[in-house]
């Protein structure tokens, strides 16, 4: 079954940095884009980043610069969302959502979430 | 760049057709025709509806429907149904400085 799946909640102070992973099935991850998106608790979704298939180009939200970073690791099929000096208002459920080239500037498919919330 | 302003919420009867508006500007999805819609239940990942503005993925049902408009985009629901209850966002490339920004958000709420 095509899916994405995320990894679990993370609770973290402000100041500090946070990882999360999307593992791809039942396709190969780099034939496709992955982007980012996250929602604040009750609110809408925001565009976070944009990494390419193939050649890994990655692009970012200004909102974000300098905190962010998107990889992927081919050999086991995950893509990742590092943010750095993390604040209060980072607390939100982030999604990985594929970018299907047959659907330009579409995410046809979503992992689950991952809560990530920052508190001291 | 704000976010693309949709109603808070739209109600109807099963069987009846609502509409959801998705207000740009000309940064956005007046000049993008990528405009696509997401429906989101509570607690989970969205799932896409439309795409391009008018077009349907695979295995999406007939009853949804897009358009576009100058500066707006719509979706619309026809034959109302007690599964369509949740949470759409719209969302419009909008450049290469901000690449996407989403809707505000419409709660749907079948009577």
């Known amino acids: 079954q095509v899916q994405l799946l995320q990894s679990e909640t993370e609770v973290r102070g402000p100041g500090a940095s946070m990882k999360v992973s999307c593992k791809a099935f039942g396709y190969t991850l780099t034939t496709y884009g992955i982007n980012w998106v996250r929602q604040a608790p009750g609110q809408g979704l925001e565009w976070v980043a944009w990494?390419?298939?193939?050649?890994?180009?990655?692009k970012y939200s200004q909102r974000f610069q300098g905190r962010v970073t998107v990889t992927t690791n081919s050999s086991t099929n995950t893509a990742y969302l590092e943010v750095g000096r993390l604040r209060p208002d980072d607390t939100a459920v982030y999604f990985c959502?594929?970018?299907?080239?047959?659907?330009?500037?579409?995410?046809?498919?979503w992992g689950q979430g991952t809560m990530v919330a920052v508190s001291s | 760049q704000s976010a693309l302003t949709q109603p808070v919420s739209v109600s109807g009867s099963p069987g009846q057709s609502i509409t959801i508006s998705c207000s740009g500007t000309?940064?956005?999805?007046?000049?993008?025709?990528?405009v696509s819609w997401y429906q989101q239940h509570p607690g989970k990942g969205p799932k896409l509806v439309i795409y391009?503005?008018?077009k349907r993925p695979s295995g999406v049902s007939d009853r949804f429907s897009g358009s576009k408009s100058g500066t707006t985009a719509s979706l619309t629901i026809s034959g109302l149904q007690v599964e369509d209850e949740a949470d759409y966002f719209c969302?419009?490339?909008?450049?290469?400085?901000?690449?996407?920004?989403f809707g505000t958000g419409t709660r749907v709420t079948v009577l």
């Open positions: 969302c419009s490339y909008a450049g290469d400085i901000t690449f996407y920004v």
């Open positions: 000309s940064s956005d999805i007046g000049t993008y025709n990528v």
């Open positions: 391009e503005a008018t």
């Open positions: 990494i390419g298939s193939y050649n890994g180009d990655r």
């Open positions: 959502a594929r970018e299907n080239q047959w659907l330009p500037d579409a995410f046809d498919l």
